[in-house]
């Protein structure tokens, strides 16, 4: 079936990754995570749950409610890059809001994530951008991450600099085409 991406894993692959996990523990995490990296958009769409849940034999409910209490799943389309701002307290007290509201910016784009959790991609899928609530590494608030890199003590200088390599890469791949 088609997603609103127009990619959906197949049946093989997704018989493949559930072998390769089978019998051992933590099964359905480790399935959910491998098709989610499978998904050229690093996501999991619903017929890829429901597909899961059939082949494992596990309640469709059950499924979902893993797929979307861990951070790391993703329920819709994630960009080519990913930037995640922490809104913990300890981040929120050294300036994670005011980094968050910059990156619309650096990156010229019109819309961001509202604070408060949620997540936002550009219509051109090249950036998702999105809130956590702690990366665990308080002692070294703010921290940032980009394209799964963890930074810390990210300042605006640096945020700029993180996100400029990125746009700078952007550029390279286009000129190249
Ligand atoms: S509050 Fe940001 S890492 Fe913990």
């Not at 991450?145 to 286009?174: A, C, I, P, Q």
């Amino acid at each position: 079936m088609e997603t609103q991406t127009g990619y959906s894993i197949t049946d093989p692959l997704l018989d493949e990754i559930i072998e390769k996990y089978s019998g051992k523990p933590g099964m359905l995490l480790t399935t959910l995570e491998e098709a989610q990296q499978m998904h050229p958009w690093k996501y999991l769409p619903g017929e890829t749950l429901a597909a899961i849940a059939q082949k494992l034999r596990i309640p469709p409910a059950e499924v979902y409610s893993v797929a979307s209490f861990y951070s790391f799943f993703n329920l819709a389309p994630q960009g080519k890059h990913t930037i995640v701002v922490c809104r913990g307290t300890a981040c929120h007290t050294r300036g994670s809001k005011a980094l968050l509201d910059e990156i619309p910016s650096i990156l010229g784009i019109s819309s961001a994530v509202k604070d408060g959790g949620s997540s936002f991609t550009t219509p051109d899928k090249l950036f998702t951008i999105r809130t956590v609530a702690c990366f665990g590494q308080c002692a070294q608030s703010p921290v940032v991450e980009v394209d799964g890199v963890m930074h810390s003590n990210v300042n605006s200088r640096k945020l700029m600099s993180l996100l400029s390599s990125v746009l700078e890469s952007e550029t390279e791949k286009n000129e190249q085409r």
